[in-house]
């Protein structure tokens, strides 16, 4: 059994603000080395889960800002993980258009403008605002389109509730409760990874009862968002991807997008962690 677990970082227990790329200070590095370590926590957790199941491959995407934030030295055996240069990917979901039983999502955050959840960012309006998609339920899209059941993800409750409304048989792990931007009720690491490893053992054993997410074509997308993904939003494309179904629309709006090189293989003056943009120094 095949197994693709995305992952991302703002929907884990204890994280409740952005991260500061500019700050160097010994705080800001710790602070942030902490976070990632409590990701790598719950996705082994996911790992051990899927594991459990019966999965035999299991590759992981690092899918959140730079890619490479998972510490993959510290992570539960058994997988295999895509990490490296934000955006520059081959796909934004790389490897998942070579076949799997099931998808699983880690560490997922609501779409921007949902003021009760922690850090919401990114809000795709398809066909002109009739569904609204976050980058969550945008994955479950796209793997829908390849026939694959999403069938676990972790988060808050908007998140969680969101998918869940969207995909009713998904099972769901809520490792915190958020009042709002920056603050929430955090269950306890060990907790977490309890509840992301059981409830991913559990959804991918339903796997069969869970319908993929399909989105009827022809698809309209855009992506809203705003300054530091605060509100008012508004499009980021003056006009919108176009395709006949999802997984089209999506790719030519990422390839339209300034910060997206998805399949770029040309070397420039990129450096982790001092050169992320890849440009020359003066």
């Known amino acids: 059994m095949r197994v693709y677990i995305q992952t991302d970082i703002e929907g884990i227990a204890g994280y409740i603000s952005f991260e500061d790329r500019v700050s160097q200070t010994v705080e800001n590095y710790e602070h942030r080395k902490r976070m990632c370590r409590l990701l790598t926590g719950e996705v082994s957790a996911a790992v051990r889960g899927a594991k459990k199941a019966g999965a035999k491959t299991i590759y992981i995407n690092d899918s959140h800002g730079s890619g490479y934030n998972i510490i993959f030295e510290e992570l539960e055996s058994g997988c295999e993980i895509i990490h490296g240069r934000g955006s520059h990917f081959p796909e934004w979901l790389t490897e998942l258009k070579q076949g799997w039983d099931a998808v699983v999502m880690v560490g997922q955050h609501a779409m921007a403008g949902e003021l009760?959840?922690?850090?919401?960012?990114?809000?795709?309006t398809v066909n002109g605002g009739k569904i609204y998609l976050s980058e969550a339920s945008m994955a479950m899209a796209l793997a829908g389109d390849l026939g694959i059941p999403a069938v676990f993800i972790s988060g808050d409750q908007v998140i969680t509730g969101e998918v869940k409304e969207k995909n009713p048989a998904i099972v769901t792990g809520v490792v915190k409760h958020s009042y709002g931007p920056n603050c929430c009720r955090s269950v306890l690491p060990e907790r977490a990874r309890e509840i992301i490893e059981?409830?991913?053992?559990?959804?991918?054993?339903?796997?069969?009862?869970v319908k993929p997410y399909v989105l009827k074509g022809p698809v309209t997308v855009n992506l809203l968002d705003g300054p530091g993904h605060i509100p008012p939003l508004k499009p980021v494309l003056k006009h919108p991807g176009k395709g006949k179904n999802i997984t089209e629309a999506f790719e030519n709006a990422l390839a339209k997008f300034p910060w997206a090189s998805y399949g770029k293989k040309e070397m420039d003056w990129y450096r982790y962690p001092s050169n992320l943009s890849g440009k020359k120094p003066i």
């Open 116 to 124: 009760g959840a922690v850090c919401p960012h990114s809000k795709w």
């Open 198 to 209: 059981e409830g991913v053992c559990r959804g991918i054993e339903n796997r069969r009862k």
